[in-house]
């Protein structure tokens, strides 16, 4: 079973706020994704890491950035939301040996006032 | 470039209903086959893969074939349930590569 934790689960805030979702994983897994989903459920990538010190943006341009200071943990920070933040983030981590599958955390639905 | 295409929803189906909800891909080389399943409130999780041509992946009760000569790679279940009722994405990866292209998912909904 995937362990992978995120948390706030539901977190909603002014616009202009400073925000931190955290992502953690006990897998060991050196490669972590963060992914945003629209209502219409289509799932675009915005940042990903190889390991530790690793951070790429990903496909879908985003004005969050993450940090990867220790390998369990992939944090996203968005210094000012703004309604068009609003979304479900989704965390993701894969092992080293095959990398093609990920496992998925909860997510976080972020509403922005 | 790389590509998946699923079947748009949502999907609407009665109990014990037969269920294919179609995939069909571009890509170059070999790539591995995925469907991940996202019930509500949740994460997506894995629920089957095949890794070359031929492979069926399999798991509770969900069956899909990798066809090559098709580019596809259809979910089929013979009796859905209720509990099924989800969002089902199609998804390719490379071995050599560290991500997933992800289809834009069905939504599936069963009737009691």
């Known amino acids: 079973e995937a362990d992978i934790y995120q948390t706030p689960r539901y977190l909603v805030i002014g616009t202009g706020k400073k925000i931190t979702l955290e992502c953690s994983q006990t897998m060991g897994h050196d490669k972590m994704y963060w992914y945003q989903q629209d209502p219409g459920m289509e799932l675009h990538l915005i940042h990903y890491?190889?390991?530790?010190?690793?951070?790429e943006k990903g496909d879908l341009s985003s004005e969050s950035t993450v940090s990867r200071i220790r390998t369990e943990h992939f944090p996203l920070t968005l210094e000012s939301a703004r309604p068009s933040h609003t979304s479900q983030y989704l965390c993701?981590?894969?092992?080293?040996?095959?990398?093609?599958?990920?496992?998925f955390g909860p997510g976080t639905r972020l509403t922005v006032t | 470039g790389n590509s998946v295409t699923q079947m748009e929803g949502p999907v609407t189906l009665s109990e014990e209903a037969f269920l294919t909800i179609n995939c069909t891909y571009t890509a170059t080389g070999y790539p591995s086959l995925f469907w991940y399943v996202q019930y509500p409130g949740e994460g997506l999780q894995l629920l089957l893969k095949?890794?070359?041509?031929?492979d069926k992946g399999s798991n509770k009760g969900f069956e899909a074939t990798y066809r090559k000569e098709t580019t596809s790679f259809h979910l089929e279940k013979g009796s859905v349930q209720v509990s099924d009722s989800a969002v089902y994405f199609c998804a390719l990866g490379y071995s050599s590569a560290s991500k997933i292209i992800f289809g834009s998912g069905t939504r599936l909904s069963i009737r009691p």
């Open positions: 890491s190889y390991g530790v010190n690793s951070t």
């Open positions: 993701a981590s894969s092992p080293p040996v095959d990398s093609n599958e990920q496992y």
């Open positions: 095949a890794t070359k041509a031929d």
